[in-house]
């Protein structure tokens, strides 16, 4: 029986920048859908449409890096 790769996923890291207070309602679901809530706070997600569909939504209010397999 063959063996799987261990596939490696791409992450990104979604930092918070700007506060929710005044914008669009559409736009902070978008960023209360990262997992992200006050200014300054960051997640490590995977990298995948969702998450980008999101992150272009509210991208004035996200700073996005990508970050290497070992952070998972």
């Known amino acids: 029986m063959a063996r799987k790769k261990k596939e490696s996923k791409r992450m990104v890291k979604v930092t918070l920048i700007r506060g929710l207070a005044g914008k669009p ?24 449409p969702m998450v980008w569909g999101n992150i ?17």
Not at 26 to 41: C, D, E, I, T, Y
Not at 56 to 66: C, I, Q
């Open 25 to 48: 309602e559409s736009h902070v679901q978008a960023v209360r859908s990262l997992g992200l809530r006050k200014p300054g706070q960051s997640r490590i997600l995977e990298d995948n």
């Open 56 to 72: 272009r939504k509210a991208h004035y209010l996200v700073k996005v890096e990508e970050v290497g397999d070992e952070a998972s």
